[in-house]
């Protein structure tokens, strides 16, 4: 056993000792990861803070995946995992999302790089419906499938290939007959 119960002091240094930190993102991150990594944990106290962050480093940390009920208005408006009270509660009555005390908040629920990052994040996925939709609308035009009445697409596939690449001429010989 490490130490006894209650003393807390150790005789000797650790035994086995990491030489390399724990990488959540190691092997390729996943999408879930991605965003685990990259949200922002605001309206909490330091502690709580530092908890979130915790899991959010050793993989611990789980999304919700359906609204949660808020403690103080009884409206499913918790998005965020682990949190009790919702953002517009927490800011109204200034208390941490998480634990409901009344604690200094460490990232306000409203600052200014939240909204940037929102205007952000808007604009990104308007370029990406964009994007989207301009592929969509290159499938659907005929300019892909060119005129099927000619030969030229065919003629140079089904005779013999020459280096591995289309000819830009034709090695067949057209053959017309007269009546």
Partial sequence: MSSQKGNASRS??????????????????????????????????????????????????????????????????????????????ALMLELCAKCGKKEDIVIPVNSPTQVDEKEEDSDQKKTRHSRRKKDLDGFDSDDEFGDLGSDDDFASSSGPEQGGSKAPGHDEAHVSFKD
């Fill in 12 to 89: 000797r240094k650790q035994k086995h000792q990491n030489t390399i930190a724990y990488k959540n993102d190691k092997y390729g991150a996943s999408v879930q990861v991605k965003v685990t990594n990259s949200k922002v944990h605001d309206g909490l106290c330091k502690r709580c803070k530092d908890v979130i962050e915790w899991k959010v480093k050793y993989n611990k940390y789980k999304s919700l995946t359906q609204p949660r009920t808020c403690v103080k208005c009884s409206q499913k408006t918790v998005k965020d995992a682990y949190h009790v009270i919702c953002k517009p509660c």
